[in-house]
C-alpha cells in the first residue's frame, strides 16, 4: 500500500465505486435519530434506513423508491449493545466515533451480486493483497433454528481459495442490531496485516493484526421482541459496512488506525495545543507514562463530541447526554493527568475546529454551528474542571497504600459522582490502571440513595402519595385521622375501610367494581403496572413507613374472601395510613375488612430495630460521648446505623461495639416504653435523643433493662447512662434476648465526619459468624506449607473470596485482609530471592551450554531449564546462548505443571525452522497455547505430566530435526 490514500480518497472511492452500480448516494444521518427510540446513537450505516427493511416505509418518503444505496455513515458506539467507550485510548483499534462506509441493496440484489462487488473493490480497485484477506461466513445455530449459509460459501469459492474461508457460529456471523430489530446471517471479511498465513488461525480471536473490515449483512429477518423468534422480513436485503479508519490504515501501511493522516493531524494539534511531548505510539506496558493512551483518548473523543453536538446532542445527566457528558470529563481528566493541562485550561474545546476542517469536506453541516460547538465544550470543560482536581485527590486519597485487588467502596465511587462529577466507568477505568476494581452493587444503591429512589413498592407509593388537597379533602369528609396504636400489638383485626385512594390521576373512588378492573386491564397505566390503590381504614394493625423502619406488609381481604388485598406498603400522610395493593374483588367504603400482618417478617424488623438501640448504646460506650445518632433504616434482615465519628473503626473497635450489644442480648433485659410528657421524657439522665428530630408531646421512651417508671422516679440519676434509652416511635422486642445474636458486616463513610454500619442480627449473624469460622479454617488449610508464587496464587483466590463474601463480620474481614497481606508480601520477598536464583541459575546454564557448543557444535539446542514461569528469564538465556552461537534455540521450564516455552530461530534457518511453528509443535502435546513470530514465539502448557514434559522435549527435537537438513 502506499501514503497516497488519503482518508478523503478512500471515503471518495468507495461512494464512488457503488454510485457506478446504480447506488443512489445518501447523505450520512445525524449521530442521533430521533424517530428510533431503540438506540442512543447512530451505531450502524443502516439505522436511517429500518423503516425499508421493516417493511413501513412511508410510501411518500424520499427513501420510500430506493433500491440500493451507498454512503459513509457518523456513527457512535459508546452507550447501549454496542459500548466501546472503556477500550478506546488502551488498544489500537477501538474508537467511540467512527465511519462506517455502507452499501446497501433493498429487495434488489442479494448474496451473489454483494460478495462478487465487495470482491472487486477490496482487490482491483484498492487492490489489497488478496492472500492477506479471510472471508468467514454463518455456519447456522441449532438455537435460531438456523441451517450453514451454503449459498455464501459458494459464492466465497469463486473468488477465494478455501483454506481462506472461515465458518463461524452466531456470534461472531449472525448480525443483530440491537436486542430487536432487523438482522440477519453475515459474511465478514478479514485483512492479514502479517501475511505469510500469519492470519488463518487468528480470525476473530482480537489480534490487532489480523482486523476485520467489512461485513457483509444478508437481512433477512426481524426479531420484534427481545427474545423472541425471528421472522421473515418483507423482502430480503443486502446491508455492507466497512470501518474507513480500518481500511484506510492497510491502505496507507500502517500498524494502527490511530496512525492514519486524520490522527497526525489531531495528535499534531493536542501536541501544539498541551505542549506536551509528541505522540510515540506505544501501547500497554509500553506506554509507561499513559501519554500516547491520552492522546488517542483525547483525539477520539473530541471527534465523537464535536460531531454529536453539530448534530444536536448536549451534554446532561440523563440518556444520551450523559453519555456526552462522560466522554468529556474522561477527555479532560486524561489531558489533565498524562498531557500537563490545568482542568482550566480549556484545552479540548480548542480541538473542535480542527475536527470541523478535518472532517467538513465529509460532512458540511459541521461548519454551520461550530462557534456553538466550541462554546457548550468549554462550558462543559470549566464545569468540570472546577472539582476534577479536588476529586483526583480524592480518588488517590481513597487508593493510597492499597494492595492490587482493593475494591473501592461503592459509597466512595458514589461521592465521586455525586461530589467531584466523576462517572462511574471514569472511577473504574482509573482502578483497574491502577489493579483495583469498584463495587458495582454497591455503588449503584449508593446511587439511588443519593438520588432519592428507593425499592419498587415506594416507587408506587410515591406515585400515589396523597398530596395536599386529598388529606383535605379527608379532612372536610369528617373522616378521622387512622388509629394505628394497633401496631405495637399487632394481631388481627376489623377495620372500616373509609377511603379508596387511586392517585393524583383518579382521585378518590367510593368501590373497586368490575368496570373498574376492566378499565385499569384494558388502559394500563405505565406509571402503575401493578394497578397499586391506596386503602384507608379507620383503624390499623400496619406499621407505616416511619423514623427509620420499614412499612408492615401483610393480607387485607373481607369475611368470604372474595375480596384479597395483599399489603405491599404502607405511608402516613398527615396521620391517615394508606395501604397500598393490587386489589382483587370488589369493595366499597364502609365495608368491615380482615386486617392481618406478616408477624414473620415484623418479628424480623422488631429484632433489628432494637438492635439500633443497643449498638447506638454500644458506640457511644465504646468511643465515647461525641457519638450521636445520625440516622437509620431497619428492615428485616439487616439495618444501617449512620452516627457521628470523624474516623473509622479499627477491627478491635469494632468487635468490642459487637461484644457490648451480644453481651446485652445475652442478659435477657426486659424492654420498656411508655408514652410521657414530652418535657418529662428530655430530663431523663443519659436518653438519646435525634439531634434536630422533633418528637410528639407526648413521647414515647423506650427502655432496655430499667422501666420507665424508675426512670421518671429519679430522672436525674447517673446511673441512667449505663441503659440504653431512647425516645422512639417503632416497634420493638419485649426482650433484649430477641435478637438472639448479632454482627456488623461493614463500616465505611457516609459523609465527612459521619460514619454507616451495616448490621445482621438472628439466623443471618449466625449464618455470617459460622461463615467467619468456615473461611478462617479454609484459610489457614490453603496457606499451611505454601510459598512463592502458589503462596502468591493463594492468596489472591481467597482475597478474592473473602471480598464477594457480603454477608461477613467486618472486623474479622478486616483482619483477615491484613493476614493475607502479610502472606502477599512474604510470597512476594520469596517470589524476588526465587527470580535472583533463577536468573544466577540461568547465567551458568548458558555459560556451560555455550562452552559445550564450543567444544561440540550443534544446528540447535531443545533444552529444560527451570526457572519458574519465568518466560522472561528463559528469552534473556537464549540471547545469551545465540550471542554467542548464531543456532536456533528453544527453552522449556516446568513448575507445578506449568510448561513454559519460548524460542528463537535465526535469520539463516528461519524459513526453514520458524519459531511460532516450533513452538506450537511442542505445545500441542499438552494441548497448550502458543504465539508469535517466525524469528521468536512463545507458548505455555498447564497441567502437564513428567511424562508429556519429557514428550515435549523430544517434539521439539524432532520438529528442528526435520525442518534442518
Excluded at 242 to 266: A, H, P, V, W
Excluded at 855 to 884: D, H, R, S, W, Y
Aim: aromatic share 8%.
Amino acid at each position: 500500500m502506499t501514503d497516497t490514500w488519503s482518508i478523503d480518497r478512500v471515503r471518495d472511492t468507495f461512494i464512488d465505486f457503488f454510485k457506478a452500480k446504480d447506488h443512489t448516494f445518501v447523505p450520512s444521518s445525524g449521530v442521533y435519530l430521533p424517530n428510533d427510540d431503540t438506540i442512543l446513537f447512530a451505531n450502524a450505516g443502516m439505522n436511517q434506513f429500518k423503516p425499508i427493511f421493516l417493511g413501513t416505509v412511508d410510501p411518500g418518503s424520499d427513501l420510500a423508491p430506493l433500491k440500493r444505496a451507498a454512503n459513509s455513515q457518523k456513527c457512535i458506539r459508546a452507550g447501549g449493545k454496542h459500548n466501546d467507550l472503556e477500550d478506546v485510548g488502551r488498544d489500537s483499534y477501538h474508537h467511540t466515533m467512527f465511519e462506517m462506509l455502507g452499501s446497501w441493496s433493498f429487495g434488489d440484489y442479494f448474496k451473489e451480486e454483494c460478495i462478487k462487488w465487495a470482491w472487486e473493490l477490496l482487490t482491483e480497485v484498492y487492490k489489497l493483497d488478496k492472500s492477506r484477506l479471510y472471508v468467514t461466513y454463518f455456519g447456522g445455530d441449532e438455537k435460531l433454528g438456523l441451517k450453514e449459509d451454503t449459498k455464501a460459501k459458494e459464492e466465497w469459492l469463486k473468488y477465494v481459495p478455501e483454506e481462506q474461508i472461515l465458518s463461524a457460529d452466531a456470534r461472531d456471523n449472525f448480525w443483530e442490531m440491537g436486542k430487536t430489530g432487523p438482522c440477519g446471517p453475515c459474511s465478514e471479511i478479514h485483512y492479514d496485516k502479517v501475511g505469510n498465513g500469519y492470519g488463518k488461525s487468528r480470525v476473530n480471536e482480537d489480534d490487532p493484526l489480523v482486523i476485520e473490515i467489512w461485513n457483509l449483512v444478508f437481512m433477512q429477518f426481524v426479531k420484534e421482541e427481545e427474545g423472541g423468534p425471528l421472522k421473515p422480513l418483507p423482502a430480503k436485503h443486502c446491508d455492507t459496512g466497512m470501518g474507513l479508519e480500518r481500511l484506510t490504515s492497510i491502505l496507507q501501511g500502517k500498524q494502527t488506525n490511530y496512525e492514519i493522516d486524520i490522527f497526525e493531524n489531531l495528535f499534531k494539534n493536542i501536541q501544539e495545543i498541551t505542549g506536551a511531548p509528541a505522540y510515540e505510539g506505544k501501547y500497554d506496558l509500553e506506554d509507561t507514562t499513559g501519554r500516547d493512551t491520552s492522546y488517542r483518548i483525547v483525539a477520539d473523543h473530541i471527534r465523537t463530541i464535536t460531531l454529536a453536538i453539530s448534530d444536536g446532542v448536549l451534554p446532561s445527566n440523563v440518556g444520551r447526554g450523559y453519555v456526552l457528558r462522560r466522554i468529556i470529563r474522561r477527555a479532560v481528566c486524561s489531558g489533565v493527568e498524562k498531557l500537563g493541562v490545568t482542568p482550566d485550561s480549556g484545552f479540548f474545546s480548542r480541538l473542535a475546529p480542527v475536527v470541523v476542517e478535518l472532517m467538513s469536506g465529509a460532512f458540511p453541516s459541521l461548519k454551520d454551528n461550530i462557534d456553538h460547538v466550541v462554546s457548550v465544550i468549554s462550558d462543559e470543560e470549566q464545569q468540570f474542571g472546577r472539582t476534577l482536581r479536588l476529586g483526583l485527590k480524592r480518588f488517590y486519597r481513597v487508593t493510597k497504600d492499597k494492595e492490587p485487588g482493593f475494591v473501592i467502596p461503592g459509597d466512595e465511587s458514589a461521592k465521586l459522582f455525586h461530589t467531584f462529577g466523576f462517572p462511574f466507568d471514569l472511577t473504574r477505568q482509573k482502578a483497574t490502571a491502577l489493579g483495583f476494581s469498584v463495587d458495582k452493587v454497591a455503588h449503584k444503591e449508593a446511587m439511588q440513595k443519593n438520588a432519592g429512589i428507593v425499592d419498587a413498592a415506594t416507587k408506587k407509593m410515591e406515585l400515589l402519595a396523597l398530596h395536599g388537597e386529598a388529606v383535605a379533602e379527608l379532612t372536610e369528609q369528617s373522616i378521622e385521622t387512622t388509629d394505628d396504636s394497633f401496631k405495637y400489638n399487632p394481631k388481627p383485626m376489623e377495620g372500616t375501610l373509609v377511603g379508596i385512594w387511586c392517585g393524583r390521576k383518579k382521585g378518590f373512588f367510593e368501590y373497586i367494581d368490575k368496570s373498574f378492573l376492566q378499565e385499569c386491564e384494558q388502559q394500563p397505566d405505565e406509571e402503575n403496572p401493578k394497578n397499586h390503590v391506596g386503602l384507608i381504614f379507620d383503624k390499623t394493625p400496619f406499621y407505616a413507613q416511619q423514623g427509620g423502619q420499614i412499612y408492615d406488609i401483610g393480607c387485607i381481604r373481607n369475611a368470604s374472601s372474595s375480596f384479597t388485598f395483599e399489603v405491599e406498603a404502607v405511608k402516613v400522610f398527615g396521620g391517615f395510613v394508606v395501604h397500598y395493593g393490587t386489589p382483587k374483588g370488589l369493595v366499597k367504603l364502609g365495608e368491615n375488612l380482615h386486617m392481618e400482618i406478616d408477624e414473620k417478617r415484623r418479628a424480623l424488623v422488631m429484632n433489628n430495630h432494637t438492635s439500633t438501640h443497643l449498638i447506638n448504646f454500644s458506640l457511644r460506650s465504646t468511643l465515647g460521648e461525641h457519638v450521636d445518632q445520625q440516622g437509620s433504616d431497619v428492615f428485616d434482615r439487616s439495618f444501617r446505623f449512620d452516627f457521628s465519628h470523624n474516623k473509622p473503626l479499627t477491627a478491635d473497635e469494632l468487635e468490642e461495639v459487637d461484644e457490648r450489644v451480644r453481651n446485652i442480648i445475652l442478659q435477657d433485659l426486659c424492654v420498656y416504653d411508655k408514652e410521657v410528657p414530652l418535657d418529662d421524657a428530655k430530663n431523663i439522665c443519659g436518653v438519646r435523643q435525634m439531634f434536630g428530630e422533633s418528637y410528639p408531646d407526648p413521647v414515647r421512651v423506650v427502655s432496655v433493662g430499667v422501666s420507665v417508671d424508675d426512670l421518671l422516679a429519679n430522672p436525674s440519676n447517673e446511673e441512667w447512662k449505663n441503659y440504653a434509652i431512647e425516645f422512639c416511635g417503632g416497634t420493638h422486642t419485649a426482650s433484649s434476648k430477641a435478637p438472639g445474636t448479632f454482627t456488623t458486616i461493614s463500616e465505611d463513610a457516609k459523609s465527612k465526619g459521619v460514619r454507616r454500619i451495616v448490621c445482621l442480627t438472628g439466623a443471618d449473624a449466625v449464618e455470617a459468624l459460622q461463615t467467619s469460622v468456615e473461611f478462617k479454617e479454609r484459610m489457614e488449610k490453603t496457606l499451611q506449607g505454601k510459598t512463592g508464587s502458589t503462596l502468591s496464587s493463594a492468596v489472591a483466590d481467597l482475597l478474592k473470596d473473602l471480598d464477594s463474601l457480603k454477608n461477613f463480620p467486618y472486623c474479622d474481614k478486616s483482619r483477615f485482609r491484613q493476614d493475607l497481606a502479610d502472606a502477599k508480601k512474604t510470597a512476594t520477598t520469596q517470589l524476588k530471592e526465587q527470580e535472583k536464583a533463577f536468573k544466577n541459575d540461568a547465567a551458568a546454564f548458558a555459560k556451560t551450554l555455550c562452552a559445550e557448543l564450543t567444544e561440540k557444535p550443534q544446528k540447535f539446542v531443545v533444552a529444560k531449564l527451570c526457572v519458574g514461569n519465568n518466560v522472561g528469564v528463559l528469552k534473556n538465556t537464549i540471547k545469551a546462548i545465540q550471542k554467542a552461537h548464531a543456532i536456533p534455540v528453544c527453552l522449556v521450564s516446568n513448575c507445578d505443571g506449568k510448561v513454559s516455552v519460548a524460542a528463537s530461530s535465526v535469520k539463516a534457518v528461519v524459513g526453514s525452522l520458524p519459531a511460532n511453528k516450533w513452538v506450537t509443535a511442542i505445545v500441542s502435546i499438552a494441548n497448550g497455547k502458543g504465539g508469535g513470530k517466525p524469528d521468536a514465539a512463545q507458548g505455555v502448557c498447564t497441567d502437564v505430566s513428567d511424562e508429556n514434559l519429557q514428550a515435549m522435549l523430544t517434539a521439539g527435537n524432532d520438529f528442528a530435526s526435520g525442518a534442518l537438513p
